[in-house]
Each structure stands twice: as structure tokens, then as C-alpha cells.
């Protein structure tokens, strides 16, 4: 039930003419809304996003590209790279010193040749980079689309043979 002020009940209201915290404006409550501000916060967001989409690029992305590759070339070919890590508008995959070598030792590889296939650095359109942390199957189709343009970019690299000789 609202009661309605009278003389009798005495009501205060803001003013701010008689405000006493006007002193209280500190560093500590600038920095506060500051970093409470939506610029910073949105900025924090993305960054946390952006690194934890790399780390999982290099702890979970890794070993499913190495398993594709070796499974898509029959495993005749064994791929490694230095480094994997997105784009800054996480639409692209950079791999950086990527290497192919043959699966057997060269004496006794006839086939593929005995070269090792290096590439010092690949960039691979990725659109489903920005949510591979919270959906698996699209992590794992962006692992075999990023398999694929690998192969192709190796056959693209090699004069006489192809390094992709199996069915992915």
C-alpha cells in the first residue's frame, strides 16, 4: 500500500544541489567504469574467444588434421607443422612450416618419390572458426575442410605425384 506524504510524514528527495559525494569520483570508481564500460567488456569477450579458439586450434585441431592426412593418403604420408592459428576475424586458419614426409624410408620408397614436402606458410579459409568451441561436429568439419585444402595445396606442389592418392 503507497502511502501518500503529508506534513506530517517527512519525505526526502534527491538533491542534488545539496549532494555530499561530489568528492568521491577516485581513480578506483574511474577504472571500475571503465572496465565495466560495453567497449571494454565486448573487446575482453572477444580476445577471451580469440585465444581460447587458438589453443583449441593447437591441442585439439592438431591431431585430427595429422590423423586426416595420414588416413586420406592411405597412411603413405605423415604431416606436421610448427604452428596453427586463426585469423584475427577468425575466418581463415594459418599453418605455419608445414611439412609432409613419406611414411616409408626413402631407400624403399619407390612410388611417392623421396622429397619431403615443405610449405613455410598455408592460409585456409575456415567459416566455422568462431564456433568450433561450443559445436563438435563443427569442429570436425572444419578439421576435414582444412585437411582437403591441405592436400590440395601439397598436390599443387608436387611436379609429378600426388601426395592425396586415397579417398578421404
Same mark, same amino acid.
Given at each position: 500500500?503507497?502511502?501518500?506524504?503529508?506534513?506530517?510524514?517527512?519525505?526526502?528527495? /534527491?538533491?542534488?544541489?545539496?549532494?555530499?559525494?561530489?568528492?568521491? @569520483?577516485?581513480?578506483?570508481?574511474?577504472?571500475?567504469?571503465? @572496465?565495466?564500460?560495453?567497449?571494454?567488456?565486448?573487446?575482453? !569477450? /572477444?580476445?577471451?574467444?580469440? &585465444? @581460447?579458439?587458438?589453443? /583449441?586450434? =593447437?591441442? !585439439?585441431?592438431?591431431?585430427?588434421?595429422? $590423423?586426416?592426412?595420414?588416413?586420406?593418403? =592411405?597412411?603413405?604420408?605423415? &604431416?606436421?607443422? $610448427?604452428?596453427?592459428?586463426?585469423?584475427?576475424?577468425?575466418?581463415? %586458419?594459418?599453418?605455419?612450416?608445414?611439412? +609432409? %614426409?613419406?611414411? &616409408?624410408?626413402?631407400?624403399?620408397?619407390?612410388?611417392?618419390?623421396?622429397? +619431403? +614436402?615443405?610449405?613455410? $606458410?598455408?592460409?585456409?579459409?575456415?567459416?566455422? &572458426?568462431?564456433?568450433? @568451441?561450443? =559445436?563438435?561436429?563443427?569442429?570436425?568439419?572444419?578439421?576435414? =575442410? +582444412?585437411?582437403?585444402?591441405?592436400?590440395?595445396?601439397?598436390?599443387?606442389?608436387?611436379?609429378?605425384?600426388?601426395?592425396?592418392? !586415397?579417398?578421404?
Amino acid at each position: 500500500m503507497n502511502r501518500i506524504p503529508t506534513a506530517e510524514t517527512s519525505c526526502t528527495f /534527491y538533491d542534488p544541489m545539496q549532494d555530499n559525494r561530489s568528492g568521491t @569520483l577516485t581513480f578506483l570508481n574511474w577504472m571500475k567504469a571503465l @572496465l565495466l564500460s560495453p567497449g571494454i567488456l565486448f573487446t575482453a !569477450g /572477444y580476445l577471451t574467444i580469440y &585465444l @581460447l579458439t587458438n589453443l /583449441y586450434l =593447437d591441442n !585439439g585441431i592438431r591431431p585430427k588434421l595429422t $590423423e586426416a592426412i595420414s588416413r586420406a593418403t =592411405d597412411d603413405t604420408w605423415n &604431416l606436421s607443422f $610448427e604452428s596453427i592459428s586463426s585469423g584475427p576475424a577468425m575466418k581463415s %586458419v594459418t599453418i605455419n612450416r608445414l611439412t +609432409i %614426409v613419406p611414411a &616409408l624410408p626413402p631407400a624403399t620408397d619407390t612410388q611417392q618419390g623421396s622429397g +619431403i +614436402i615443405s610449405i613455410t $606458410e598455408l592460409r585456409v579459409p575456415c567459416s566455422h &572458426l568462431g564456433t568450433i @568451441l561450443f =559445436d563438435r561436429a563443427h569442429a570436425d568439419q572444419s578439421a576435414l =575442410d +582444412i585437411s582437403r585444402r591441405i592436400l590440395v595445396s601439397l598436390t599443387a606442389s608436387v611436379p609429378n605425384g600426388s601426395p592425396g592418392t !586415397g579417398t578421404q
